[in-house]
């Protein structure tokens, strides 16, 4: 199995290269490589606490780190995030199955998506267009692997948008994206943007550091299930926010 070497660097855009034939073939072929390893490192299972959504999830995150840094030929890459469904993630997929009305029709952004599972929930829901932006290569071959085990569309793109507003998403979704300080320093001033243009906001977060809390509104808490392997305990309360 090849790596994913020609994958577009995990903070890429999408440039004018996309029209270049070469490029366009090179990531081709690194998109079925990282489905590839998706595929391999993972096991497709209906999801704890959101069942009617099926992820393809791995048990454990240290040796599949290491083997996402092999397969790369890298060191430091970050966590595959993409191999779990996040308490936060699980927050807001949860709220937006159970209240379709927030996104049925609308056009659905998963900021973050890592897995896809929230994107998934929008469109189970009736989301006219789902979105999905990851700055990991990896994450994003697993969304469109998710998407289709789960029979719905997703648009996702290896991008980092948080220099815009969202547009043109109705809705903007994140789950759990205040876990680092710098990351919610860009993070929020993206989701001010979005909802100050018109969008709703929602972020779910177990209680993460760099959360502002007095910024948001809770509009639902679930304790969530989750693995002791990447948090301090088995289950998280988690809030789903409303920026604004
Ligand atoms: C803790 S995971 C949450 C994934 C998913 N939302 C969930 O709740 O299961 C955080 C994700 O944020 C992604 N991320 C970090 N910075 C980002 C950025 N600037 N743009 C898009 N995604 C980003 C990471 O790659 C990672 O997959």
Known sequence: MSGLVTTPAPTGTDTAADTDTDAAAARDGAATAGADFVRAQTRLAAVPFVPEISLHLAEE????????????????????????????????????????????????????????????????????????????????????????????????????????????????LAGDVFYERAMAARFLPFLERAVARGAVVLVGDPGRAYLPRERFTALAEYDVPVLADLEDRAVKRTTVWQLG
């Open 61 to 172: 995150a240290i040796e599949l780190w290491e083997r996402t840094e092999s397969e790369r030929g890298e060191i430091g890459l970050p966590p595959p995030f993409w191999a779990f469904a996040w308490a936060g993630g699980l927050g807001v997929a949860r709220y937006v199955l159970d209240h379709p009305e927030l996104v049925a029709g609308r056009q659905v952004l998963d900021l973050a998506a890592g897995s896809g599972l929230v994107g998934v929930a929008a469109a189970l829901r009736g989301a006219a267009v789902v979105r999905a932006a990851e700055i990991d290569a990896y994450a994003v071959a697993a969304i469109a692997l998710n998407a289709e085990a789960n029979g719905v569309r997703i648009e996702a793109r290896c991008a980092d948008l948080l220099d815009g507003d969202g547009a043109p998403a109705e809705v903007v």
